[in-house]
């Protein structure tokens, strides 16, 4: 089961791949900014997340613009799909990536957050309650076929002090990679 809109999110504390943003490790309530965070089940081999990486890094410089954290959770497993990897979570992050990536090797974050798919993303407001859950934008393969921007527009419209419109999609991309 996922998070439903109006829980609280529980949290976390994961081994971070980009340590020059948050450190060797982070938790949600370190990923927090002042008017909530953005936090993306994601991973290093997903096609959709590879189309959306620049997009991804966007949204958490806007983000951070906001006073909203942002993080990506990798919590593929490393065995069976060895590109996403700790080791290879710091190689893509010494790529250049604007947010911390944490590491759930362990799959117990996934797991209570109920995260089904990469990209999968979670608005939360400054209280850490799920505002939106669901997807970037609606075409994650394709940037130049996107047509809509639920994460964005439910971004605005929580920093406005408004109910997003939308406030759950399906997220479109991979299944994450149970043990």
């Given at each position: 089961m996922?998070?439903?809109?109006?829980?609280?999110?529980?949290?976390?504390?994961?081994?971070?791949?980009?340590?020059?943003?948050?450190?060797?490790?982070?938790?949600?309530?370190?990923?927090?900014?002042?008017?909530?965070?953005?936090?993306?089940?994601?991973?290093?081999?997903?096609?959709?997340?590879?189309?959306?990486?620049?997009?991804?890094?966007?949204?958490?410089?806007?983000?951070?613009?906001?006073?909203?954290?942002?993080?990506?959770?990798?919590?593929?497993?490393?065995?069976?799909?060895?590109?996403d990897?700790?080791?290879?979570?710091?190689?893509?992050?010494e790529?250049?990536?604007?947010?911390?990536?944490?590491?759930?090797?362990?799959?117990?974050?996934?797991?209570?957050?109920?995260?089904?798919?990469?990209?999968?993303?979670?608005?939360?407001?400054?209280?850490?309650?799920?505002?939106?859950?669901?997807?970037?934008?609606?075409?994650?393969?394709?940037?130049?076929?996107?047509?809509?921007?639920?994460?964005k527009?439910?971004?605005?419209?929580m920093?406005?002090?408004?109910?997003?419109?939308?406030?759950?999609?399906?997220?479109?991309?991979?299944?994450?990679?149970?043990?």
């Amino acid at each position: 089961m996922s998070l439903d809109i109006g829980d609280k999110a529980p949290e976390f504390h994961l081994q971070n791949a980009n340590s020059s943003i948050g450190g060797e490790h982070s938790t949600l309530s370190a990923s927090m900014g002042n008017n909530g965070c953005v936090v993306v089940f994601e991973c290093n081999h997903c096609p959709y997340v590879i189309a959306s990486i620049d997009r991804m890094n966007n949204m958490a410089e806007y983000c951070d613009v906001n006073g909203i954290g942002f993080v990506g959770i990798n919590s593929n497993d490393p065995d069976n799909y060895p590109v996403d990897s700790f080791e290879n979570m710091v190689k893509r992050a010494e790529k250049g990536m604007p947010y911390a990536y944490l590491h759930d090797g362990t799959q117990e974050v996934a797991t209570a957050w109920g995260a089904q798919r990469t990209p999968e993303f979670f608005l939360l407001n400054a209280d850490g309650v799920v505002t939106y859950h669901g997807r970037m934008d609606d075409n994650p393969r394709d940037p130049t076929q996107v047509t809509t921007s639920e994460l964005k527009d439910a971004i605005d419209a929580m920093l406005a002090g408004s109910t997003p419109a939308i406030q759950s999609t399906d997220s479109i991309g991979c299944s994450v990679k149970w043990k």
